[in-house]
Every structure is written in structure tokens, then in C-alpha cells.
């Protein structure tokens, strides 16, 4: 209980030091969202909308920066980040909700299928060293991981959908296809996300190849490992219970930290095929000097990535006991 009371603690106060962050970096800027969305428009701009404008983007000049920073605090505690410049006169959190699940989908589920295949390629790697699947897969993933995603991203359209037509070359679906909770949608949703998912599978996957199959070695050199073989145990309890339950330890809070950043979406790979994702968003935002739209989303950021690694942290007490004594 000590132990997660602490980390408790450390994600309170890193919590609020990125809140208040968040609050300081576009106040710390020149200019504001008022002044972006007026500069499009010539001639006079009257005084009264322009106000009215400050207070619909919370940027009112007239408040003291004390009761500003109080108001924020207030407006994030609702759930109110603002509203969009890019997207005006919607919500910031309307508009994040709507991409959230698109990222989610393609970036969730392939972090972690490329973490699962990873760890599990490269514990049998290690446990059958020299063999023909640790001396096959793994090198061909490391060199993957090594290219730009945004090269990959479009070697993939050239020969999956312009060479061979398999596949459509951007969009998350068809704009002829009915939006809705239909077999017809989610096949085309599935078939859109199949060649950004494969991209980001391949650049990922080598990491925690490498990463897991050197653990492992390590782990089998331990003196738990040889006492388990001495008794007889079968291989596969070996590997499982003794090898694969210590190697993956390293991994953990990598994997946590990758999920907390997935809702930040694969901005490359969302931007070369067009995806209606978070990462899509982000670069509208910044391209459109959108600051509320940018508080919004760095901020759903980091509470993800400090969730998922206050999640590793348990998951990690609990699975290596030495970690809560040492704490």
C-alpha cells in the first residue's frame, strides 16, 4: 500500500506541474488564438467582438493572471479545454473525442501486437539460440525498425495501391460508405487502417525484439535458472515461469510508456495516408497557431503516458517483490 501511496503522490504532483505548464507556454508566446483567427480577416475588427472572442478562446485579457490560472484549473476539472480555432466554433473536446478512437484503433492495437510478437519471437529466440527463427526474424526486424516511417508509409502505397491496387492509398474509409455501426463500415474502416497498421508494425516490432531476446540471454546465466533445470523441470515452465517472467521486467514500463503516447497518434504515418487521427489533429493544430486545440491534446498526452506508467509500476511490484522492499 506504501508503495503505490508513493507513486500516487509522484503522479499528482507531476500532474499539476504539466497543468500548470500547460497554462504557462501559450501565455509565455506572442500573440494569441484572437489574434490568428482576426489576422485572416481585413479592415477594422470591432472592439466588443474581439472581446467576446478572448473570452470564447479563454484568452481575456481584462483577468488577472492569478484568477486566469484559477479559472483553467476550474474548466479543466469540467472537461472544458476551449474552444478550436481550427475547428471553430466546436469544442476542443468534442473534436479530440471524435479522433481519439480512430488513433486508439490503429495505434493502440498495433503497440501492442508489436509488443506481444516481439516478446514472444524474442524469448524463443534466446531460448532456441542459433536456431532458424532467432537467426532469421530477428535481424530482419531490427533492419524494419530502422527505416522512416514515412518511407515505408509510402513504399507501401506505391506497391499495395498503386502497383497492385489491394488496398486504398489514405482515408480512414470510404466517403461513399455510410458512417455507421454496419458490417459494411467496419470492413472498409479495416481495410483503410490495414497498410498504416502494417507500417507502424514493422518500424516497432524490432525494438522489442532486440530488447527481449537480449534479456532473456542475460536471464538464463542466473542461478534460479540452472537450479530449475537441475530439478528437471520441463523447458516450457522454464522458459515461461523463470526465463520469460524476469526478462520482461525491463520491458514494462518501455511498453507503458509507448501505450501513453499512442493517444498522441503516429503523426508520419496519420499525415501520409491521411488518417483522421490524434497525430492528424496535433499537425492541424500547430500549422493553424490552434493553442487551445494544443493545450488539449499535450495534455491528454501526458496523463496517458503517467497513467500507463503508474500502471507499469504496479504491474511490476507485483510481478518482482524486491521492487516494493527496495521502496
Same mark, same amino acid.
Given at each position: 500500500?506504501?508503495?503505490?501511496?508513493?507513486?500516487?503522490?509522484?503522479?499528482?504532483?507531476?500532474?499539476?506541474?504539466?497543468v500548470?505548464l500547460?497554462?504557462?507556454?501559450?501565455?509565455?508566446?506572442?500573440?494569441?488564438?484572437?489574434?490568428?483567427?482576426?489576422?485572416?480577416?481585413?479592415?477594422?475588427?470591432?472592439?466588443?467582438?474581439m472581446?467576446?472572442?478572448?473570452?470564447?478562446?479563454?484568452?481575456?485579457?481584462?483577468q488577472?493572471?492569478?484568477?486566469?490560472?484559477?479559472?483553467?484549473l476550474?474548466?479543466?476539472?469540467?472537461?472544458?479545454?476551449?474552444?478550436?480555432?481550427?475547428?471553430?466554433?466546436?469544442?476542443?473536446s468534442?473534436?479530440?473525442?471524435?479522433?481519439?478512437?480512430?488513433?486508439?484503433?490503429?495505434?493502440g492495437?498495433?503497440?501492442?501486437?508489436?509488443?506481444?510478437?516481439?516478446?514472444?519471437?524474442g524469448?524463443?529466440?534466446a531460448?532456441?539460440?542459433?536456431g532458424?527463427l532467432?537467426?532469421?526474424?530477428?535481424?530482419?526486424?531490427?533492419?524494419?525498425?530502422?527505416?522512416?516511417?514515412?518511407?515505408?508509409?509510402?513504399?507501401?502505397?506505391?506497391?499495395?495501391?498503386?502497383?497492385l491496387?489491394?488496398?486504398?492509398?489514405?482515408?480512414?474509409?470510404?466517403?461513399?460508405?455510410?458512417?455507421?455501426?454496419?458490417?459494411?463500415?467496419?470492413?472498409?474502416?479495416?481495410?483503410?487502417?490495414?497498410?498504416?497498421?502494417?507500417?507502424?508494425?514493422?518500424?516497432?516490432?524490432?525494438g522489442?525484439?532486440?530488447?527481449?531476446?537480449?534479456?532473456?540471454?542475460?536471464?538464463?546465466?542466473?542461478?534460479?535458472?540452472?537450479?530449475?533445470?537441475?530439478?528437471?523441470?520441463?523447458?516450457w515452465?522454464? $522458459?515461461? &515461469?523463470? /526465463?520469460?517472467?524476469? =526478462? *520482461? #521486467?525491463?520491458n514494462? !514500463?518501455?511498453? @507503458?510508456?509507448?501505450?501513453?503516447f499512442?493517444?498522441g497518434?503516429?503523426?508520419?504515418?496519420?499525415?501520409?495516408?491521411?488518417?483522421?487521427?490524434?497525430?492528424?489533429?496535433f499537425l492541424?493544430?500547430v500549422?493553424?497557431?490552434?493553442y487551445?486545440?494544443?493545450?488539449?491534446?499535450?495534455? $491528454?498526452i &501526458?496523463? /496517458?503516458?503517467?497513467v =500507463? *506508467? #503508474?500502471?507499469?509500476? !504496479?504491474?511490476? @511490484?507485483?510481478?518482482?517483490?524486491?521492487?516494493?522492499?527496495?521502496?
Amino acid at each position: 500500500m506504501r508503495f503505490v501511496l508513493r507513486r500516487l503522490g509522484f503522479f499528482v504532483v507531476t500532474l499539476w506541474a504539466a497543468v500548470t505548464l500547460n497554462f504557462l507556454i501559450p501565455r509565455l508566446m506572442p500573440g494569441n488564438a484572437v489574434i490568428a483567427m482576426m489576422s485572416r480577416f481585413k479592415g477594422h475588427v470591432n472592439p466588443n467582438a474581439m472581446h467576446a472572442l478572448e473570452i470564447a478562446f479563454g484568452v481575456d485579457n481584462h483577468q488577472s493572471f492569478v484568477s486566469a490560472y484559477f479559472t483553467y484549473l476550474g474548466n479543466i476539472a469540467r472537461g472544458d479545454f476551449g474552444t478550436s480555432l481550427t475547428f471553430f466554433p466546436d469544442s476542443v473536446s468534442h473534436q479530440v473525442f471524435q479522433a481519439l478512437p480512430w488513433t486508439l484503433g490503429l495505434v493502440g492495437v498495433t503497440t501492442i501486437l508489436a509488443f506481444v510478437l516481439g516478446t514472444l519471437i524474442g524469448l524463443v529466440g534466446a531460448w532456441r539460440r542459433g536456431g532458424v527463427l532467432d537467426g532469421l526474424l530477428p535481424p530482419i526486424f531490427v533492419i524494419t525498425s530502422a527505416f522512416p516511417y514515412f518511407w515505408l508509409a509510402l513504399l507501401a502505397i506505391w506497391l499495395f495501391s498503386i502497383k497492385l491496387g489491394w488496398f486504398p492509398e489514405s482515408g480512414g474509409y470510404d466517403t461513399a460508405t455510410t458512417v455507421g455501426w454496419t458490417w459494411t463500415f467496419a470492413v472498409d474502416v479495416v481495410r483503410h487502417s490495414i497498410l498504416p497498421a502494417l507500417t507502424i508494425l514493422l518500424t516497432a516490432i524490432g525494438g522489442w525484439i532486440l530488447t527481449m531476446r537480449n534479456n532473456t540471454i542475460t536471464v538464463l546465466t542466473e542461478d534460479y535458472v540452472r537450479m530449475a533445470r537441475a530439478k528437471g523441470l520441463k523447458p516450457w515452465r522454464i $522458459m515461461w &515461469t523463470y /526465463a520469460g517472467r524476469n =526478462a *520482461i #521486467l525491463p520491458n514494462l !514500463v518501455g511498453f @507503458a510508456m509507448s501505450l501513453g503516447f499512442v493517444v498522441g497518434g503516429a503523426i508520419l504515418v496519420e499525415f501520409v495516408f491521411n488518417y483522421p487521427g490524434v497525430g492528424w489533429m496535433f499537425l492541424q493544430s500547430v500549422e493553424n497557431q490552434d493553442y487551445a486545440l494544443m493545450q488539449g491534446l499535450f495534455l $491528454m498526452i &501526458t496523463v /496517458a503516458v503517467l497513467v =500507463a *506508467i #503508474l500502471a507499469a509500476d !504496479v504491474a511490476t @511490484a507485483a510481478l518482482d517483490p524486491r521492487t516494493r522492499e527496495r521502496s
